[in-house]
């Protein structure tokens, strides 16, 4: 699979501009394919979402990589994830930061998670079944916080930010989205907005599916 995988990374993201070698470097390593049920491993490497179970996706790989470069991570942050899915976002992430962070409310998805990444040794990960609303306090504050669900920041992500810190986030509802990043300042936040995309929604509380 390092061909297809060699082709993505030029193709679907070189080609649209991504161009931090660190995010690249993740994007060529991370076996897709493995993240993915067997039966769809063969498509892993195309150019859209797939389904993961549960109604949930793996994000296009262009969304992953575009999203990784955005937090503009350096090797010695924290990270935290708000919905781990089936680890594939949590597992590029891993490969250019210290350590992550990840919560996912649905149980079945957070199992998968832990398999998957335990079969590609991500040692630097920590995982959560929860509501990632909450954000995970226990760790605060992080270096940046990334969702990879749609909807809107919740306070507590703002809080448990270290001043300085980034969070990135699809905004919006019903599937019109808008990538935002907002930088927390002294007083208040920066904020800038991206692509324009479509996520599965942020929802409340845990399902234990
Ligand atoms: N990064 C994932 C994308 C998964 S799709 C991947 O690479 O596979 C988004 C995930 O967010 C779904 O699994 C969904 O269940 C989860 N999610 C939605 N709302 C959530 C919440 N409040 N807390 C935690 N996870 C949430």
Redesign the pocket.
């Known amino acids: 699979m390092d061909r297809p995988r060699q082709r993505m990374v030029n193709d679907q993201l070189v080609a649209r501009g991504i161009h931090d070698g660190k995010v690249l470097a993740a994007m060529a390593s991370v076996p897709r394919h493995l993240?993915v049920d067997s039966a769809l491993a063969s498509r892993a490497y195309h150019d859209c979402a797939l389904p993961?179970g549960?109604g949930?996706?793996?994000?296009q790989p262009y969304m992953?990589a575009r999203m990784t470069e955005l937090l503009e991570l350096k090797e010695t942050d924290r990270v935290l994830?708000?919905?781990?899915?089936?680890?594939?976002?949590?597992a590029v992430l891993s490969r250019i930061c210290r350590r992550v962070y990840s919560?996912?409310?649905?149980e079945a998805?957070h199992n998968r998670?832990r398999q998957n990444l335990r079969a590609a040794r991500h040692a630097n990960v920590m995982l959560k079944c929860?509501?990632?609303?909450l954000g995970w306090e226990e760790y605060a504050p992080y270096d940046a916080i990334i969702v990879?669900?749609g909807?809107f920041a919740s306070d507590a992500w703002l809080q448990q930010l270290k001043p300085g810190g980034l969070l990135l986030l699809p905004e919006g509802e019903g599937g019109n989205h808008c990538l935002v990043r907002r930088r927390k300042l002294g007083r208040g936040w920066s904020e800038e907005y991206f692509d324009a995309c479509t996520?599965?929604?942020?929802?409340?509380?845990v399902?234990h599916l």
């Open positions: 993240f993961i549960c949930q996706t793996i994000s992953v994830e708000i919905g781990t899915g089936c680890g594939y976002q949590t919560i996912e409310r649905i998805l998670a929860g509501d990632g609303l990879t669900a909807g996520f599965v929604p942020l929802l409340e509380g399902n």
